[in-house]
């Protein structure tokens, strides 16, 4: 059947509007005309993929990876890059609009300020291990499942960590392996994950295996092998046992070298380590953090929640009297204090707790609260608490639109009015975006 694509959903999937209902066509761009085959049939809407493409999009694109109809780490590679951008544009207007409820005209001139590289920017890969007929194989799961597509190499991925996963499947195909792949169904097999993160300022490399349970010494031996013949300068085991989806345990040893990464951002230097979590895309990120920094200018005391490693912190800290951050994971409160120590900043206080429980102890006076949450957005008691503190600015990094219009909508209604939107293109190739927003109190 042929189907008209109107939009765009917030996965990338094109959206045709037909007789029988919403269709979500997976390979679709918006203004296309496509053939498409329903592979589901839902409720209240259906999902197809395209087959052929008979009027297409000014804005289609080749796919520059040949695993790109299998393999689900990118959604936008039919799709050239300022279609990209339009797209994500889209997105962010869409949920804002839809969820946030805010007037449509706030997002005529809404921008998605492009990524300085739109190939090779990513720093970190964290690729899934399992046993195949008795044979350890990875790669990256295949879009909405648990199975591998079995890849040699990623576009997205920066140099190093693609040199570093081609030597590791070089040896993986070796016999004789004394440990198994994981097999998520039992619980069995030693080897989960493999994580590869590189410095793309500093050309450091830091190689993590995931495991499940003990590994013999001959394993570990082994281990520290694949470390070596990777040529990481650091190479660390994560320990994880626990069922689900999680990739990362809390308990990480160094195999070799002292477990710890460098990069650089602007002028500021930071370490980090197997756990931590760090912008994926290095150059972004520096033009992330400077126009937060910007929309902070002239606040004098500062609260930041889910500050992390300190990465945003070096930034907000330069101009800033004081700054109060507040991280729950604490090897992140660790390396956030080296950082801040090592970037000659000795105005901030960094707390170790969750934001839910710290918020509610605070008696500070604050000019402005940065939010940075994960996915999920916050907690509405962070809201509430945030809102009696009194503050003339929230500016809020959000990498989920649906939970940050929710979250903006709720402090609308506490009196706070969306002042300034800008979203950037963190992870080209994908259907994800961060964006950043301003909340201004209203004057009374």
């Given at each position: 059947?042929?189907h008209?694509?109107?939009?765009?959903?917030g996965?990338?999937?094109?959206?045709?509007r037909?007789?029988?209902g919403?269709?979500?066509?997976?390979?679709a761009?918006?203004s296309e005309?496509?053939?498409?085959e329903i592979v589901?049939?839902?409720?209240?809407?259906?999902?197809?993929?395209?087959?052929?493409?008979i009027?297409?999009?000014?804005?289609?694109?080749?796919p520059?990876c040949?695993?790109y109809?299998h393999?689900?780490?990118c959604q936008l590679?039919?799709?050239?890059?300022?279609t990209q951008?339009?797209?994500?544009?889209g997105?962010?207007?869409?949920?804002?609009?839809?969820i946030?409820?805010?007037?449509?005209?706030?997002f005529?001139?809404?921008?998605?300020e492009?990524s300085?590289?739109?190939w090779?920017?990513r720093?970190?890969?964290?690729?899934?291990?399992?046993?195949?007929n008795?044979?350890?194989i990875?790669?990256?799961y295949r879009a909405g499942?648990h199975?591998l597509?079995?890849i040699?190499?990623?576009p997205?991925?920066?140099?190093?960590?693609?040199?570093?996963y081609g030597?590791i499947?070089d040896?993986?195909?070796?016999k004789n392996l004394?440990?198994?792949?994981?097999d998520e169904?039992?619980?069995k097999?030693?080897?989960?994950?493999?994580i590869?993160?590189?410095?793309?300022n500093?050309g450091?490399s830091?190689?993590?295996?995931?495991i499940?349970?003990?590994?013999s010494?001959?394993?570990i031996?082994?281990?520290?092998?694949?470390?070596?013949?990777?040529?990481?300068?650091?190479?660390t085991?994560n320990h994880n046992?626990?069922?689900?989806?999680v990739i990362?345990?809390?308990?990480?040893?160094?195999?070799?070298?002292?477990?710890?990464?460098?990069?650089?951002l602007?002028?500021y230097?930071?370490?980090?380590?197997?756990?931590?979590?760090?912008?994926?895309?290095?150059?972004?990120a520096e033009?992330?953090?400077?126009?937060?920094?910007?929309l902070?200018?002239?606040?004098?005391?500062?609260?930041?929640?889910?500050?992390g490693t300190g990465?945003l912190?070096c930034y907000?800290?330069?101009n800033?009297g004081?700054?109060?951050?507040?991280?729950?994971w604490?090897?992140?409160?660790?390396?956030?204090?080296?950082?801040?120590?090592a970037?000659?900043f000795?105005?901030?206080e960094?707390?170790?707790?969750?934001?839910?429980?710290v918020?509610?102890?605070?008696?500070?006076?604050?000019?402005?609260?940065?939010?940075?949450?994960p996915?999920?957005?916050?907690?509405k008691?962070?809201?509430?608490?945030?809102n009696?503190?009194?503050v003339r600015?929230?500016?809020?990094?959000s990498c989920?639109p649906?939970?940050?219009a929710?979250?903006?909508?709720?402090?609308?209604?506490?009196?706070?009015?969306?002042?300034k939107?800008?979203?950037?293109?963190?992870?080209?190739q994908?259907a994800?975006?961060e964006?950043?927003?301003l909340?201004?109190r209203v004057k009374?």
């Amino acid at each position: 059947m042929n189907h008209n694509i109107t939009a765009m959903s917030g996965d990338a999937t094109g959206i045709a509007r037909t007789p029988r209902g919403v269709v979500f066509v997976r390979g679709a761009l918006p203004s296309e005309i496509v053939k498409a085959e329903i592979v589901a049939r839902k409720k209240d809407f259906s999902i197809a993929d395209t087959i052929s493409i008979i009027k297409p999009s000014s804005g289609r694109a080749v796919p520059k990876c040949k695993y790109y109809k299998h393999c689900g780490g990118c959604q936008l590679q039919h799709a050239n890059y300022e279609t990209q951008l339009k797209i994500k544009i889209g997105t962010v207007r869409d949920a804002m609009t839809r969820i946030g409820g805010f007037s449509p005209e706030i997002f005529e001139n809404l921008t998605c300020e492009p990524s300085p590289e739109f190939w090779g920017y990513r720093n970190k890969a964290a690729f899934p291990v399992q046993n195949c007929n008795g044979k350890i194989i990875t790669g990256f799961y295949r879009a909405g499942t648990h199975r591998l597509e079995l890849i040699k190499n990623c576009p997205v991925n920066a140099k190093k960590l693609n040199e570093i996963y081609g030597k590791i499947l070089d040896c993986l195909a070796q016999k004789n392996l004394p440990f198994d792949g994981y097999d998520e169904r039992t619980g069995k097999g030693k080897l989960r994950h493999i994580i590869a993160r590189t410095g793309i300022n500093t050309g450091e490399s830091l190689l993590s295996f995931v495991i499940n349970g003990k590994l013999s010494t001959k394993g570990i031996k082994a281990l520290a092998a694949l470390g070596v013949s990777a040529r990481s300068e650091t190479v660390t085991l994560n320990h994880n046992s626990k069922p689900g989806n999680v990739i990362l345990g809390t308990y990480t040893e160094n195999l070799i070298g002292s477990g710890l990464i460098s990069e650089r951002l602007g002028k500021y230097k930071y370490i980090f380590d197997t756990t931590s979590f760090f912008q994926v895309n290095t150059k972004q990120a520096e033009k992330l953090f400077s126009f937060v920094s910007s929309l902070a200018e002239g606040d004098k005391n500062i609260l930041e929640l889910y500050s992390g490693t300190g990465s945003l912190t070096c930034y907000l800290a330069e101009n800033a009297g004081h700054v109060t951050s507040v991280e729950e994971w604490r090897s992140a409160v660790k390396m956030a204090m080296k950082n801040l120590n090592a970037n000659g900043f000795d105005n901030v206080e960094t707390l170790c707790g969750s934001s839910e429980d710290v918020i509610v102890d605070l008696q500070e006076k604050y000019d402005a609260v940065v939010l940075d949450p994960p996915r999920d957005g916050c907690e509405k008691s962070v809201l509430e608490a945030v809102n009696k503190f009194g503050v003339r600015k929230i500016i809020y990094v959000s990498c989920n639109p649906a939970t940050l219009a929710r979250d903006c909508k709720i402090l609308a209604g506490y009196g706070y009015r969306l002042a300034k939107i800008k979203a950037f293109d963190m992870f080209p190739q994908t259907a994800h975006v961060e964006t950043v927003v301003l909340m201004s109190r209203v004057k009374d």
